[in-house]
């Protein structure tokens, strides 16, 4: 399984694309993970790239296609959008949604991220509501998986996100219902993980 | 097998360690700082010895030193930190202190460098190209091996991608079998018994214990590297028994370029590839070998032609040789650029293929 | 109350990075933090009353976010001028 | 609360009296971090060159770092030379324009890391040059590491807890060695951590291109920058940062002035 | 012509002044401490200026920036001095200073640092290696014209014997033809124009005059290089019309060779002699040309095997190709051995011939 | 003129108190010309070694200047590396060989030129090991030119006449920087002009020994020595030459000393 | 006249340089240079009655020409002693 | 015509050479002066190869061989004798003449030249008594031209052995009738000068 996350510098990218591989990891998968973006200032194109998988993976770091997307931001969309193969799966945060271009053939769903944390008092955990939005819909991951590989992740200094970020996560997973069925990953045209 | 989540950097760090890596001495250089920033934290914690160096040169001239004294010692930087420590690596080969160096090139640009050099003095360096992070831990541990068994410089030839690359590896310790004793190193005991030790270029020996002087010392050098020439060739090739064309291409670009031709194979190209695994020694006769009955070779690197010339020199003259990389580079001049990318690499290779039967 | 206020300024709000050392460097302290971001998620200072023009802001700032003027003539605040706006 | 619409210049009767970026600059943006000082040390020196009407005499010798990106933005004849090689690129171009104000851009890590032989030989045989050094006591461009010129207790990327001299040494107060050095004829260290420390570099830049124009040998003016990002400590936090870790190993001050000419504008 | 007698390094210094040298920064090194000693005194009463450099990167990133400044500069050292110059050279090609460097090498040892480097990136430098004295003083003065041509680093590669045989020569100025304006020049009166100058590798340009960018700017340099390898090759040949027996070598070993090969040929035997003058370019397809009816390449340099690279490269598979060279010190490691020597080349010759038909 | 037979050792009853060379040289022939100070310098550290009983437990790392020589002479375990970097390779060696006596050779050129950075450097890291500079103001191996240790007036080969600060700048003190830095623990500077200066050399080197083993940091001794050939003097004009000019700028004496710890044997 | 004399050399005269360091070093000046050459065409040290033992020249010759002993008891010259040579 | 100078190093073997190369250009010669010598110390091998032609040389820096000689001393003569060509002319120090090797079939000339340069007060003069001689015997150049370049080649603060070495280089060419008759350097088996 492949996954894109598309966003801009200060929203969590990178870090949403380190918590799902980590969760992989912990649950034996083979996992790679890749991270493009200009700089450390934000406001710049920040993609995150995960591959999972059951064997030893022979994708390639810039992957050259997948099957399924987070879009954070509709900005610098037009990087990823390009190379979804057909039918892929698109978790958005809703607020942006309606501007993303091209989703003829994919099947788009709305989640309201940002509402959702700044409702629990946390802004900027919007990344991982999808994220757990995300685990529950494909199944990819438990959710407890990525509760667990987010708090190994954050650094020392940021404790106190902690329990946000697992609020976070599992008010999107709790969000499944609303969002729709779940998504088979592997129904969707997807060759051997290359 | 134990698998955990790591960057490429901290990959390669771990494997290091595996190793018996205990002296690292680094600068930073995106994109070579973050080994530099992992061994600082995990070297010492495994009983080695991590500086902060002030300079790419106090770096290498350090490793050379803990090197001299017997323990495995590395250097580390990009293309342009290697260029200020050619001077340091020949004289490791030609002092023979095993010496390995890792450059987290920002590109392909520096094949040249890699197998070449720019030191002085007839030498070469081992050059290990791995294609991604499972072999750049069994590389870097296999560079270890190389240098203590020979006593001579080994360069790890990494990018960008496969520096910043998460992925999922096992870093344990591989053996790639007995060394020999370092009965030349200096551990100062041997003081005062008339047959102290001496580690120098030259190879003219101490008085009592004359060496050949460095014509002869020099020569014996040439030799070595001749041999290592002929045992020490690594590649990996897919597909060519039949292949009409051969695409040939190092590093990440191997990486890539093996895809690509696994997917035209599916479409029912008749294309095979060809990875050069040490770039110094070339695997000249195995290219010579798996293009044999090739009518093309296409030589894919993000550079302007460099690892062509090996291309040429091992391919004899019936086929054609086409380069169908580039120089590519992103706008801040640190990434691999867009020509990295298998749609780009798959499009090139088809569109020398326009004309040509299959 | 009625602030003397003997000069102005210009921020380039979007060209700011919220590092706040105007609001630091003012002497009668008359620079403030939006409470919204600017086009890149930064706040950006906010000016109030009684600026001497003094260019310290304009001194400090790393982002060549200022012009600043002097009035001719001192100009005396009570109540939101024509022109400035409410807090928002 | 009430406030001023500074959207527009004022509508009331005014002059203004300070722009947004020295004429010097090319434009107002750059890459650099939230809080970062070097920008702030780069417009003195812009202001300074063109107070002394050197705008069409002067070159600039940028090292690498994060004010290297200014080289897209400097308008004067500039050149970005290699890491820690500005005072010998310098040298090269003096030597051959001895009629033209030839400076250098080094931050410490350029300059007492990779730098500190071509510094310190270029004031040894007394080039005749004005060298700008932004001490942050961080590699910034490069994620913030320790450099040779990080002081005791600093935060930096590798010393999270504090630069301790067991592990990694001391630092090296490089305007001082200078100074130490006959061939120096100016130095003076300064801080861009507030306006008045802003205008006491102002005065300092000054004096060092004065010196060079009196030809009495190499000037070096040592600027303590913030690096909020190095020291992972928040933008508002750096200039308190700042005066507590370099500013407390590193006094400012004038530390040498060689008496100008008789010839030569007094200061 | 007026002869004078100059010792090698001093005619080198002198056609260098003729040339319009006007600023040399130097550090000794054996063999090369000559040629910076006659500079420093010729220099100066030339109204240039010659600086004893405290190191070797201090001289050549000095020299880097007088050519920057707009005026004919140069460096030199033998082969470890310049290895520490490689970051310095590959930056000059990269940012388009056009820089001489000297390399009086002590052997032969140093053509791959010539032709490959060992900087970073995609960069040439132009290699010309004089076979003797009067050779060294054209190629001296064409060095500095090639130099300003393409905005590049251009090598003079000496060695010993070069350095230091004293020979009657003309020293006076050469015309090359005219050459473009250096109106990238950094003079420092463009400040505050809007339009002022810039130096700089990654050829980003100024806010106002945008530049390429890295990517584009290294390839285009890299399509200069391309533009200079055809058409600066240069190269000596003789006798290879009918030879069956081609020796190919460079420099001083190029002289030697040529009288082996006159002798030889006085003696009835069918050999020429080929002696590529610029390195890099490599005049490749004259050799092809020159070996087109020789069943066998001999190659002799003074190293294990470096130039050899190039000759197979270019001469096509039916010739044999065999080293005829090798590693040759004397005990001090700083003179060419005994290999280079007229006697022993040409038994070396008779040797590869013998069982062959005439 | 009586003359003694001093072919063979003499009849009467006697007992040998001095050899010829220590016993820590291979051979006593070398290749250094006439009246050269530094095969005196290295007999003295060669004796301090032997008498400290670091014999057995020492590492020679030797930079690039006629003394280079001595690699094939030296009794000790011993490379020479490259000019300039014996700091650097000596740091790499130590860390690895912490209870091991790791000392330095260098000539000014190594040091002062090409290895400014280096001896700076591993005095600011405070590397545990011992320095020894045979200063002798030129290059000699490469035939007599000026280093940047050369003093004013002082004759080279590019300076006949006697270096001028006009055209060639300043010396550089190295002593006086490494002792600035906090990282050295001690630092003297010594001479081998006659018999009194080789005695306080030895005492010096043997602190700087004793500094190492006590873990104090860097010790370094600059020992002035004779370079008739550099100087274009007759060798028995060496010593008078020596102290005119290099003793006359470089004053001799202990510059610092880092109280021995207290465990330490008492000098 | 009589010297008293408490040390004598071995004198390894073909090592020598002909510096002349050890003539201006020896305290009691015992040592003269020779008026012919030595193996390499160096002039070298010879020694007078007097000898102290001292080892200044010793400590001083760059070339490692002397081996120094002290007598048990000094010995007295007066006529050229059995193996001095004679002044040539 | 090609020369070899041999001795050992302090016998002025490189001046010779050069003041007999500096006479040939200065008669509009061409030449090549080569020195081969190892380091600065007394006493080792010194050789200098001197070539002169009408016009431009081919000659090889490392001569393979030369028609005439001057023998200076015996020490390290094998250098040199093995590369004389038969019939070479070889003038030697007559006090070492005696002790070199392999003088069949070459014309040896002894020339007192220590104890002409002693006589003369000026020992180490010995060098330009040779060269003196050589002269004279050959015609290669004018006497007055070898003085001329000696004075030329001394450095000023050896101004004071001028004199001392223009007498040793007449009293070399003086003793002409005592060494025998001229020699035809072009007579002796010599190809062009390459
Ligand atoms: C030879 C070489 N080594 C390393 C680098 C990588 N590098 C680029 S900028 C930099 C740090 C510069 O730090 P400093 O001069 O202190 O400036 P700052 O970024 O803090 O402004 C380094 C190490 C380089 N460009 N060249
Ligand atoms: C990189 C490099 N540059 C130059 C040289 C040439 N070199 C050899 S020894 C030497 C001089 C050393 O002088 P110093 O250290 O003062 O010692 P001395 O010869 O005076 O004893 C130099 C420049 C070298 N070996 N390596
Ligand atoms: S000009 Fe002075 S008073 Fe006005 S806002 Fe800026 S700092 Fe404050
Ligand atoms: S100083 Fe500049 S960048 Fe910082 S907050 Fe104020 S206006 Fe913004
Ligand atoms: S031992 Fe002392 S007294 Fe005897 S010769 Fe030597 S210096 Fe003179
Ligand atoms: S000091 Fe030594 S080398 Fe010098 S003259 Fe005396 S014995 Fe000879």
């Known amino acids: 399984m492949e996954l894109f996350i598309s966003g801009i510098g200060g929203q969590g990218v990178q870090l949403a694309g380190k918590v799902l591989a980590l969760a992989a990891v912990a649950e034996g998968r083979h996992v790679m993970l890749s991270g493009d973006y200009g700089g450390h200032m934000r406001g710049g194109s920040s993609v995150g790239t995960v591959v999972v998988g059951p064997g030893p993976l022979r994708a390639l770091p810039v992957l050259p296609s997948a099957g399924s997307a987070i879009a954070m931001h509709n900005q610098y969309w037009e990087n990823v959008g390009g190379r979804l193969r057909p039918g892929s799966l698109i978790l958005a945060e809703a607020s942006i949604a309606p501007a993303l271009p091209g989703m003829e053939g994919h099947r788009l769903v709305q989640v309201p991220a940002t509402a959702i944390a700044t409702e629990m008092g946390a802004r900027m955990a919007a990344g991982m509501v999808l994220l757990g939005a995300y685990a529950a819909m494909t199944g990819i991951v438990a959710v407890d998986s990525l509760v667990a590989a987010m708090k190994e992740q954050i650094p020392v200094y940021r404790r106190q996100h902690i329990e946000a970020n697992e609020r976070a996560i599992r008010a999107g997973a709790d969000a499944l219902p609303a969002l729709g069925a779940p998504f088979d990953l592997d129904g969707a045209p997807l060759r051997e993980a290359v | 097998m134990s698998l955990t989540l790591f960057e490429g950097s901290e990959a390669i760090a771990e494997a290091a360690i595996a190793a018996g890596l205990r002296f690292y001495a680094g600068y930073p250089m995106s994109p070579a700082t973050e080994l530099l920033e992992h061994l600082a934290r995990k070297l010492p914690a495994s009983g080695g010895t991590c500086i902060n160096a002030a300079t790419e040169i106090e770096g290498v001239n350090m490793a050379m030193g803990a090197a001299a004294a017997g323990f495995r010692a590395a250097t580390g930087s990009c293309g342009q930190g290697l260029a200020l420590m050619q001077e340091a690596i020949a004289e490791s080969a030609l002092n023979e202190t095993p010496l390995v160096v890792f450059n987290m090139a920002r590109n392909q640009q520096d094949y040249f460098q890699a197998t070449r050099g720019g030191g002085w003095g007839d030498y070469r360096t081992i050059a290990l190209a791995p294609k991604d992070l499972p072999e750049a831990v069994e590389l870097t541990q296999l560079a270890f091996h190389l240098a203590d068994l020979y006593r001579v410089p080994v360069i790890v030839l990494g990018d960008n991608l496969l520096a910043r690359t998460q992925v999922s590896v096992d870093v344990g310790r591989r053996d790639f079998g007995p060394l020999p004793p370092k009965d030349w190193q200096l551990d100062g005991t041997s003081g005062g018994s008339g047959k102290s030790r001496q580690i120098w270029t030259w190879g003219a020996g101490k008085h009592n214990t004359p060496g050949p002087g460095p014509s002869v010392h020099w020569a014996r050098i040439a030799e070595k590297f001749d041999r290592i020439a002929e045992t020490e060739m690594r590649w990996e090739e897919g597909f060519v028994e039949d292949a009409e064309t051969v695409v040939v291409a190092f590093g990440t670009g191997g990486k890539f370029v093996e895809h690509v031709v696994h997917d035209l194979r599916g479409q029912g190209h008749r294309i095979g590839f060809f990875r050069p695994v040490t770039l110094w020694p070339f695997p000249g006769e195995a290219l010579e070998r798996a293009t044999a009955n090739a009518r093309r070779v296409l030589v894919f690197e993000l550079n302007a032609g460099q690892m062509i010339d090996d291309v040429r020199l091992n391919v004899r003259d019936r086929r054609i040789v086409r380069p169908i990389g580039g120089v590519s580079f992103d706008s801040s001049g640190l990434n691999l650029g867009p020509l990295m990318d298998a749609t780009v690499i798959r499009q090139r290779i088809l569109d020398t293929l326009e004309g040509a039967t299959l | 109350m009625r602030t003397v206020t003997r000069g102005t300024l210009v921020i380039a709000e979007d060209r700011c990075k919220g590092c706040e050392l105007c609001i630091a460097a003012c002497p009668p302290n008359v620079l403030t933090m939006s409470r919204t971001g600017n086009r890149l998620g930064y706040l950006y200072p906010e000016l109030k009353p009684g600026c001497t023009g003094c260019t310290a802001c304009q001194q400090v700032c790393p982002d060549f976010v200022f012009e600043v003027f002097k009035f001719e003539d001192p100009v005396l605040f009570d109540t939101p001028p024509e022109g400035a706006r409410p807090c928002p | ?267």
Chains 1, 8 share one sequence.
């Open chain 4, 1 to 267: 609360m009430t406030l001023i619409d500074t959207r527009q210049p004022p509508e009331q009767a005014s002059r203004k009296v300070a722009d947004y970026k020295p004429s010097l600059l090319q434009s107002e943006e750059h890459g650099l971090c939230p809080g970062c000082g070097e920008p702030v040390a780069i417009r003195v020196v812009l202001e300074v060159i063109e107070e002394l009407g050197l705008a069409q005499n002067n070159i600039a010798v940028l090292g690498h770092g994060c004010y290297g990106g200014f080289i897209m933005l400097l308008d004067v004849d500039s050149t970005l030379c290699l890491h820690g090689r500005a005072p010998a690129t310098a040298t090269g171009i003096k030597r051959m324009r001895p009629d033209t104000a030839v400076w250098t851009l080094q931050g410490d890590g350029d300059m007492v890391n990779e730098g500190l032989a071509e510094i310190l030989h270029a004031t040894a045989r007394g080039e005749n040059i004005t060298c700008i050094l932004l001490n942050n006591g961080v590699f910034g461009d490069t994620g913030g590491q320790m450099t040779a010129a990080s002081v005791i207790g600093q935060r930096t990327k590798n010393s999270i807890d504090g630069r301790t001299a067991d592990d990694h040494g001391y630092p090296i107060a490089i305007a001082e060695l200078v100074a130490s050095l006959q061939g120096s004829a100016y130095v003076a260290r300064c801080s861009v951590h507030n306006a008045a420390s802003i205008a006491q570099t102002r005065r300092c830049v000054r004096k060092a291109f004065q010196r060079q124009t009196e030809g009495q040998g190499l000037s070096l003016v040592e600027i303590l920058t913030m690096c909020p990002t190095g020291w992972f400590v928040a933008p508002e936090a750096g200039t308190d940062y700042l005066m507590e870790s370099l500013g407390k190993t590193y006094p400012l001050g004038e530390i040498k002035d060689r008496a100008a000419a008789p010839a030569a504008t007094a200061e």
